[in-house]
């Protein structure tokens, strides 16, 4: 099995409780102790969410279990504030639609790119209301019937 593309976290609220309106893909800056778990498997991205903080973006709630690793040197917090990678132009971009539209940053999922390296799938999304959570339940049980009724 490669490491390139693999799944490693998915946020699989994001896409019930935002409707995402356009996908970044960033790296992240993460600390060696970080990556170990993060190979492992022993993250969570649910609760998490992105910020601009003087010009950057941070991920803020990005779950890292670092039990097996207390006693490296380089040990840090659970839930330390991690940077997102971004160049000058998207940072402007997604700058342009948070600040004017309202939209926020939500991770949606940790993978592997080709080389190998995590990187973070970010959705610029605005958040549904009660009202458009039940429609959009109502639409994906409909699209899941018709995709059995068309299989008979």
Do not use: C
């Not at 990005?62 to 160049?87: A, C, G, M, S, T």
Request: net charge positive; charged share 35%.
């Amino acid at each position: 099995m490669t490491r390139s593309n693999l799944i490693i976290a998915q946020n699989k609220k994001a896409k019930f409780n935002y409707q995402i309106i356009e996908k970044i893909e960033a790296g992240i800056v993460l600390k060696g102790s970080e990556v170990k778990s993060i190979r492992r498997g022993k993250v969570a991205i649910e609760n998490s969410y992105a910020v601009e903080k003087k010009g950057e973006f941070w991920i803020m709630n990005l779950y890292v279990d670092l039990k097996e690793h207390q006693k490296n040197i380089d040990n840090v917090e659970n839930l330390r504030p991690k940077k997102i990678l971004l160049n000058k132009n998207e940072i402007n971009k997604v700058n342009i639609k948070i600040k004017q539209s309202g939209f926020t940053m939500v991770p949606i999922d940790l993978h592997y790119n080709k080389k190998g390296f995590i990187k973070v799938l970010l959705g610029i999304s605005k958040g549904r209301k009660k009202s458009d959570l039940r429609e959009y339940k109502k639409q994906q049980d409909w699209k899941r019937e018709k995709a059995r009724l068309e299989k008979k």
